[in-house]
């Protein structure tokens, strides 16, 4: 009971939308999904198996999340919407980690024994990201939406990417529940590929556009570039 006491209190300080441990309780997926795992995984080390793969597939029909039962799940873990969820059989996750829909927590597919990921305590899994193998998840740390993570990841780091990075914040902090000022390492190689074709333009004296998705909009609309894409429509 205590775990579940935590699990409650935890989604109650991560979802904005719950308005009561009540309506978590009897509506929330990932938190069923979670409290009934708890019972599978009990009677999976009291060797009653059977039994707890009957509860885990029935869970798995009834909220989209299929846990495996010998996973092991600290108290305070918070599965926010949940469908989609996979977590793997020797995963390990510590407490106050959060997991939003369609998250992996799986295998490689080449590896015997502990095969799948270990999540240390404050970790945030993003929407879609892939965790695979038997790997570490540092604490305090953060997952991008989408990103395939196949090695360790030290603690106090954000992941984004295919294959997940680990992305410099330049001594920025990144609000706890925050996804969208995850850093994008794609676009920060255009914008510097970018840079340095305005540099040899230059150096050429070569007008071209400035215009570019790797732009802030900030930059698109400065006269200086304006003036740019005028020059450019005259010549053309």
């Known amino acids: 009971m205590g775990k579940i006491k935590m699990d409650l209190q935890v989604a109650m300080d991560r979802d904005p939308a719950a308005r009561s441990k009540w309506e978590i309780f009897w509506t929330y997926g990932?938190?069923?999904?979670l409290y009934r795992h708890r019972f599978a995984h009990w009677c999976y080390r009291?060797?009653?198996r059977g039994l707890a793969h009957w509860?885990?597939?029935r869970t798995r029909r009834k909220t989209g999340v299929d846990i495996h039962p010998a996973a092991q799940i600290a108290?305070?873990?918070f599965i926010d919407h949940?469908?989609?969820v996979v977590i793997g059989e020797t995963a390990e996750i510590a407490t106050n980690v959060v997991i939003y829909q369609g998250v992996t927590l799986g295998g490689t597919g080449k590896d015997v024994g502990k095969r799948?990921?270990?999540i240390q305590q404050n970790v945030m899994i993003s929407a879609g990201a892939k965790v695979l193998g038997p790997i570490t998840v540092g604490h305090d740390s953060k997952i991008g939406a989408g990103s395939v993570v196949l090695k360790d990841v030290p603690p106090h780091s954000t992941v984004v990417g295919v294959p997940g990075r680990v992305v410099k914040q330049n001594d920025e902090r990144i609000a706890d529940m925050n996804?969208?000022?995850l850093p994008d390492p794609i676009l920060e190689e255009f914008r510097r590929l970018n840079r340095r074709i305005d540099v040899l333009e230059q150096a050429l004296h070569i007008q071209a556009c400035k215009y570019s998705i790797t732009m802030t909009e900030d930059a698109r609309n400065a006269p200086d570039a304006q003036a740019d894409d005028a020059r450019r429509d005259r010549t053309e």
């Open 30 to 33: 990932g938190f069923k999904a």
């Open 46 to 48: 009291h060797h009653m």
């Open 55 to 57: 509860i885990s597939a």
């Open 75 to 77: 108290g305070g873990v």
């Open 82 to 84: 949940g469908v989609g």
């Open 116 to 118: 799948h990921p270990t």
């Open 179 to 181: 996804q969208i000022r």
